[in-house]
């Protein structure tokens, strides 16, 4: 059972406009969430996070929205460019979770591809 | 700081074969985890780590096993590679710190098994 899902494994943008990746989770427990980048042949580098407390968090081109009510999240870059064409990985996590803290629970990417 | 770093960057074993995966991180984080990255299956957590002597099975921890003899490595072994085995792997670390889930991550053992 998916407990992080992202329904869309590719998404295509043009150059300067807006990408809206999804994210959509099933564990209300979840009080934390985070977006990580992924090029080919690299690990994952950390994006973005928000707090359940919280309903958005900026970053330059990088916002991160949580609707709790919905369980979902999603993350908005404008302008997009060409460099940001990666896979992004949704993640969760909640702390008290019987000695695992800090696990993550990821979704299985979204390939974002900024066309020129 | 070199960060996270994994070796080796690839791989190729035969079916039945062992070997060592090592991951050093030099933040002096507690925690350590090793995922496996399969297309289209995201990241899944193998085995885990909450500090230097202690390990804990992931959702996918069949066929590895893991130690955590000092803090700043986390070693993955494989005792017999099978086919399935085939992935990317990958090693993270992180802080113990309540409400600080981000994780760093080092650049992937690529392994393949025939």
């Known amino acids: 059972d998916q407990q992080v899902k992202q329904n869309s494994p590719s998404l295509s943008v043009q150059e300067g406009r807006i990408s809206i990746l999804n994210c959509d989770y099933t564990n209300s427990m979840f009080d934390y969430f985070l977006w990580y980048k992924k090029y080919p042949a690299e690990g994952p580098t950390f994006l973005i996070s928000i707090s359940s407390i919280k309903d958005k968090n900026e970053d330059g081109r990088f916002t991160v929205f949580l609707n709790k009510s919905a369980k979902h999240l999603s993350l908005h870059i404008v302008p997009s460019q060409p460099g940001d064409s990666a896979v992004y990985f949704c993640a969760a996590g909640f702390w008290d979770y019987g000695g695992s803290q800090g696990n993550l629970i990821f979704g299985k990417g979204t390939k974002l591809s900024v066309k020129p | 700081n070199a960060g996270v770093t994994q070796t080796p960057k690839f791989r190729v074993l035969k079916t039945g074969q062992s070997m060592t995966l090592l991951c050093a991180q030099d933040m002096n984080h507690e925690y350590m985890y090793w995922y496996r990255q399969d297309p289209g299956m995201g990241l899944r957590l193998i085995h885990y780590?909450?500090?230097?002597?202690?390990?804990a099975k992931g959702e996918v921890p069949d066929g590895y096993n893991v130690s955590r003899l000092k803090k700043q490595n986390f070693l993955l072994g494989l005792e017999s590679a099978a086919p399935s085995q085939t992935s990317v792997y990958f090693c993270?670390?992180?802080?113990?710190?309540?409400?600080?889930?981000?994780?760093?991550f080092g650049p992937g053992t690529r392994l393949t098994v025939t």
């Open positions: 993270a670390s992180s802080y113990r710190t309540s409400g600080s889930y981000e994780q760093y």
């Open positions: 780590s909450v500090g230097e002597g202690t390990t």
